[in-house]
């Protein structure tokens, strides 16, 4: 049970000041003489026109004995009682409130996902229609999915939730095949050997579409720090990246990991960038996967010994022609396994965006509106 310690009826301090008043046989020119205010002053605080500020209710205590914080407390219990009574009967703000918690409004309006509006009722159905619900009441229906994203920096559901409706929604326009796992292992060789020149990018969603995987890039969405996830629309996978790091090789690992987690049938997950043995089992199998395929390790183990820590430019170009992967991949590969500085050979790390821009997200580039809800 709720309790409310405030009347639901509120008495005026005019109303008070005006029985002490008449207790003590004085006028209202009686009490404007002993507190030396003007008598329109004292006028105005019976009928309630004008506020007891402190000072006031320092003079009012001294004149009847009472204490000022009396005299303050009923003021401040009026006008907050008359401002919820003005208030009553309008949840705009508790409204707007939900509203808020269940999605980054000003995020998705500003990437013209949903439409600016002032109006709490429009903005409520603008939200509904974007998560695919009836009533603000529910809540989003989406399959477990498998994230990749930076654990330690924290995330957001109410954006994730936001980020995977606008994947869905743009996963439901494209024509696809019908998903054969079978198919989708047969076919994976061909998928890796694309990964020697970076223009082979551009071939990859093609290829997925035809084996029944929807393939999306949306931006992720500020706080989920998200590079990727994959998880089912019906009865098809759904592979959706973020290229928040827009190089070949971080294209290329998250690519491979979740095309893991479908071949695995792994359970949803988060796989944790900044931990090289992630807690959860599927995770890590699926980061060690996706290494494995990218660079036998057996060869880079024997590339590093050769080399005894001397990586030149002719060296990895000619591991990486062996290896029949582009160059950037195994500088990315090396750095993340500690045996290469960040900073060194950073030419090879080229983009990846111009080669894939038909299957972002039109709103990728969208910039900040003026019309905030």
Request: proline residues 4%; contains cysteine.
């Amino acid at each position: 049970m709720n309790f409310n310690p405030r009347p639901a009826q509120s008495v005026s301090p005019g109303e008070i000041l005006s029985a002490e008043l008449e207790a003590r046989g004085w006028s209202q020119k009686d009490l404007a003489e002993i507190t030396g205010r003007p008598h329109q002053a004292i006028n105005e605080i019976v009928k309630g026109s004008k506020q007891i500020t402190p000072e006031t209710a320092i003079e009012l205590a001294q004149a009847f004995g009472t204490s000022s914080e009396f005299w303050l407390n009923l003021e401040s219990n009026y006008r907050l009682h008359e401002a919820e009574k003005q208030k009553r009967g309008s949840n705009k703000i508790v409204q707007r409130s939900r509203l808020f918690g269940l999605v980054p409004v000003r995020e998705l309006i500003k990437r013209g996902w949903i439409k600016a509006t002032k109006r709490v009722e429009e903005l409520e159905e603008e939200i509904c229609r974007f998560l695919q619900i009836d009533s603000i009441d529910l809540t989003p229906k989406f399959a477990a999915a498998n994230f990749r994203r930076a654990e330690k920096r924290g995330s957001q559901t109410s954006a994730q939730w936001a980020w995977m409706a606008r994947v869905e929604q743009l996963a439901r326009q494209q024509k696809v095949s019908k998903f054969s796992l079978p198919n989708l292992n047969r076919a994976l060789q061909d998928i890796l050997d694309l990964s020697e020149k970076e223009v082979n990018v551009a071939r990859v969603p093609e290829i997925l579409t035809s084996l029944g995987v929807y393939f999306v890039i949306v931006r992720h969405m500020p706080k989920t720090y998200l590079d990727g996830a994959t998880w089912m629309i019906d009865r098809n996978p759904v592979i959706a990246l973020t290229l928040r790091y827009d190089r070949i090789d971080s294209f290329w690992f998250t690519l491979l990991h979740e095309i893991v987690h479908i071949i695995r049938k792994h359970a949803s997950g988060v796989c944790n960038l900044y931990d090289k043995k992630p807690a959860d089992r599927d995770e890590e199998e699926a980061n060690n996967e996706a290494q494995s395929w990218l660079v036998d390790p057996a060869e880079l183990d024997s590339f590093v010994e050769n080399t005894r820590f001397y990586y030149s430019k002719n060296a990895i170009e000619s591991f990486a022609t062996e290896s029949r992967r582009h160059p950037g991949i195994i500088v990315g590969q090396m750095q993340y396994a500690g045996l290469m500085g960040y900073n060194y050979l950073r030419n090879y790390l080229v983009k990846v965006r111009p080669y894939l821009k038909e299957w972002m997200d039109p709103t990728f580039f969208s910039n900040a509106r003026k019309n905030i809800a």
